[in-house]
């Protein structure tokens, strides 16, 4: 799982550097040659599905998605397991939806064309479904971790 998720920081690491040199053009052919390149909002709007997507699903795993403290602090520690199992079931079922509704679509977008990038509107919608498998294995390997700590 570990190796899984560092290629997702990575390559969401990779989307946005690409998606700032994506903008980057944008504004020096707008404001430098007074032609603004046609394809370059679709183009930086598609990387930031990509990344933002492929990260989210990371932090699944790696922990680092917004959570409040509070209420798990006040508990003893079997209770902060259960909590915690109770959460990652949650997500996963959350990343299961995802799964399902992403897949469905991209399928259904798949005959559509994005005009400036010439490409199908489901290359945009591909991680949606992908990140929600991915979320649903990270949270049972998460709830699996737990479950162990038990024993």
């Known amino acids: 799982m570990e190796r ?3 290629w997702l920081v990575r390559l ?3 989307g946005m550097v690409a ?5 980057s053009w944008q504004v020096f052919g707008r404001f430098v040659l007074n032609s603004s390149p046609s394809w370059t909002e679709q ?6 599905i990509w990344y933002v997507f492929f990260a989210a699903a990371a932090g699944v795993w790696e922990r680092f998605h917004i959570r ?3 209420l798990e602090q006040r508990l003893s520690a079997p209770r902060q397991r259960q909590l915690r199992i109770a959460i990652h079931a949650i997500i996963a079922f959350f990343g299961f ?3 399902i509704y992403g897949a469905q679509l991209t399928w259904l977008v798949r005959d559509h064309v994005v005009p400036s990038l010439g490409i199908s509107r489901a ?3 591909l991680p949606i479904p992908f990140a929600g498998l991915l979320t649903v294995i990270f949270s049972i390997s998460r709830i699996r971790l737990r479950l162990k700590e038990g024993l």
Not at 19 to 23: C, E, F, K
Not at 43 to 48: G, I, Q, V
């Open 123 to 125: 290359v945009a919608y």
């Open 97 to 99: 939806v995802l799964l």
């Open 43 to 48: 183009a930086a709007l598609l990387l930031m």
């Open 12 to 14: 969401s690491a990779m």
């Open 68 to 70: 409040i403290e509070l």
């Open 19 to 23: 998606m700032t040199a994506v903008i």
């Open 4 to 6: 899984i998720s560092g």
